[in-house]
């Protein structure tokens, strides 16, 4: 009896983690009306460009972008943005559009709800500082999301990429 009792313990704490990250991540993927997986009512597509801003990248991503006259949503880490505030003042300059990807790129599934609050929070800030705007929009690093990401991740929109989707012209979700 003994036994049994032990194996359910360790079944449940090794189910756990998995209901905080990958069950959650799933779930909220497939119901909750925050995720934006496909822009419904436009034609083309989306450029996003993650991870960033990278001081040799995405100035030459920039310049690309001008001289097409194509627009992109960035979604900026937030110790980036505090190390490179000229490249995201020219992104915004440019009409680029800029939303949050975590401050140090850490994946939600390792993150308990206030540390992901801290991420985005921070970066919302680092955003704020550097053009004065809040951003509205949130892609979580490879698309990892856990149990307590909606309501930590108020008022933002979610951004997934597993489909591509777009805008003419980069406006307010």
Do not use: C
């Amino acid at each position: 009896m003994k036994r049994n009792k032990i194996n359910w313990l360790i079944g449940i704490l090794l189910f756990l983690p998995i209901a905080y990250g990958m069950l959650a991540t799933v779930f909220i993927r497939m119901t909750s009306p925050r995720v934006m997986k496909k822009h419904p009512a436009r034609k083309g597509i989306t450029l996003t460009f993650d991870d960033g801003p990278h001081p040799v990248y995405t100035a030459r991503l920039l310049d690309l972008l001008k001289e097409h006259d194509i627009q992109a949503i960035f979604f900026v880490v937030g110790e980036k943005v505090r190390a490179y505030p000229d490249i995201v003042r020219r992104m915004k300059e440019e009409g680029h559009q800029i939303g949050i990807h975590h401050y140090e790129h850490t994946s939600s599934w390792l993150l308990t709800p206030w540390q992901l609050r801290r991420q985005l929070q921070d970066t919302d800030a680092a955003i704020k500082d550097i053009i004065g705007e809040q951003p509205t929009l949130y892609r979580p690093p490879w698309g990892f999301m856990n149990a307590a990401t909606l309501s930590v991740s108020r008022p933002y929109r979610i951004i997934m990429k597993n489909k591509l989707y777009q805008t003419q012209r980069m406006g307010k979700y």
